[in-house]
């Protein structure tokens, strides 16, 4: 590996880091919010990312994908964030705002960065904008991937919400949940359209950036 793909590698991964931190301080600050402290207690309320790191999930099995896949796809997790939802003043409310806050502010996150990116292109400075685009990219890749509604993903928490799926059913599906995500992954037919999706948003940010700007 040159060095040259060292430097990607960095770069990307502190993206996906601050990525995972913005995801994971969205599902405990919106829970304190509505009223459960048990993330606050926890020390998760926090942009710190040493508070949201798994070492698996956020070191160990990125950074192996960084460094031994030659298109820089990252595969990773945090540390869950433990909410009480009997906390709440309407549970089934609350689990889905909590479920659907870590990936919104990913997808919001990611707009502001192309923002920015637009912003500096304005003024020629193309590096920067090089990498706000590879930051947007990623964000908007993390809040997409996460919102499919399958467990382990907060897609499938926003759906038992939504449905009013009983709690027995759900751990149920959620047996099979990351067999399914390993065969997603490995699909070319997901892949595809997940890419597709991706750059839509993506352009889509593009031309309000652009109308802004």
Same mark, same amino acid.
């Given at each position: 590996m040159? =060095?040259?793909?060292l430097e990607r590698v960095f770069i990307y991964y502190l993206w996906f880091l601050l990525a995972l931190t913005i995801h994971e301080w969205g599902h405990a600050w919106i829970a304190g919010r509505?009223?459960?402290?048990? %993330?606050? #207690?926890?020390?998760? $309320?926090? *942009? /710190?990312? @040493?508070?949201?790191?798994?070492? *698996?999930g956020t070191v160990i099995i990125p950074l192996f994908i960084l460094l031994c896949s030659p298109g820089f796809v990252i595969?990773?997790?945090?540390k869950?964030?433990? #909410?009480?939802? /009997? /906390? !709440?003043k309407y549970r089934r409310l609350g689990d889905? *705002?909590?479920? !659907?806050?870590? %990936?919104?502010? /990913? @997808?919001v996150f990611s707009f502001l960065v192309l923002l920015l990116?637009? @912003? $500096?292109l304005e003024k020629n400075n193309s590096s920067l904008s090089h990498l706000c685009s590879i930051g947007a990219t990623i964000n908007v890749s993390f809040g997409l991937f996460n919102l #499919? %509604? =399958?467990?382990? @993903?907060?897609?499938?928490n926003v759906l038992k919400s939504i449905v009013g799926m009983k709690e027995a059913t759900f751990i149920a599906c959620s047996q099979w949940g990351f067999i399914i995500l390993l065969l997603l992954i490995n699909s070319p037919i997901?892949?595809?359209? !997940?890419?597709?999706?991706s750059y839509s948003l993506l352009s889509f940010y593009w031309k309000i950036c652009h109308l802004l700007l």
């Open positions: 040159s =060095i040259q793909d509505l009223g459960d402290d048990t %993330p606050r #207690i926890e020390g998760r $309320v926090t *942009l /710190n990312p @040493l508070a949201h790191i798994s070492f *698996l595969v990773g997790w945090g869950p964030v433990v #909410i009480n939802s /009997n /906390n !709440f889905m *705002l909590c479920s !659907f806050m870590g %990936p919104f502010l /990913n @997808l990116g637009t @912003l $500096v #499919i %509604p =399958i467990p382990p @993903l907060d897609g499938a997901f892949a595809h359209y !997940f890419s597709e999706a």
